[in-house]
Structures are given as C-alpha cells and as structure tokens.
C-alpha cells in the first residue's frame, strides 16, 4: 500500500455580491466604458442603477457584482483609474 499525498483539489473561491457605487463624469456617454470595464474583468452584473441628471456635472451608477470579497479592493481601485471616474465606494 502506497502512502503517497492526496491531489489537493483546488477550490473555486466563494463568491459573494457586492454592491459597488461609482460616481462618474460624461453622463450617458460613460457608461458603456464603465460597464465595459466591469466586463473585461470577468464579473458578472446582477443589477445595475444609473442615475443621470440634466445640469449635474456628476452622475451615479450603483451595480451589484458577484466576485471572491478579496477582489472589492482591486475592482474599486481599477474603477477609481478610469478617467471619467469620480469616486468608487462599496454601496
């Protein structure tokens, strides 16, 4: 009888929803960018917000993301680089 290791089976990480507002410049133009942006990056959009007003120079978008809770961090800083971006928060 052979004693040799187990394969480690690896293991997807867990998934949780994260509700990400982004407060942005350019109004209706900007948002194929950003939600471009969340595409490019794998994530899967659950819900998505926008709010664009007429004569306000900053406009919102809050969405809902599936993505391992380690990755809030790094998405809200890839959204923060975005030239039209504002201000990227968890909501």
């Given at each position: 009888?052979?004693?040799?290791?187990?394969?480690?089976?690896?293991?997807?990480?867990?998934?949780l929803r994260r509700r990400i507002a982004?407060?942005?410049?350019?109004?209706?133009?900007?948002?194929?960018?950003?939600?471009?942006?969340l595409a490019a990056r794998g994530h899967?959009?659950?819900?998505?917000?926008?709010?664009?007003?007429?004569?306000?120079?900053?406009?919102?978008?809050?969405c809902t993301v599936l993505l391992p809770?380690?990755?809030?961090?790094?998405?809200?800083?890839?959204?923060?680089?975005?030239?039209?971006?504002?201000?990227?928060?968890?909501?």
């Open positions: 009888m052979s004693l040799s290791p187990m394969p480690v089976q690896s293991r997807s990480p867990l998934l982004t407060y942005f410049t350019g109004g209706v133009e900007a948002v194929p960018s950003l939600v471009g942006a899967l959009v659950h819900e998505l917000s926008v709010d664009i007003r007429d004569g306000v120079r900053e406009s919102s978008m809050v809770g380690e990755e809030t961090e790094q998405l809200l800083a890839h959204l923060r680089d975005l030239p039209e971006v504002v201000s990227a928060e968890p909501a």
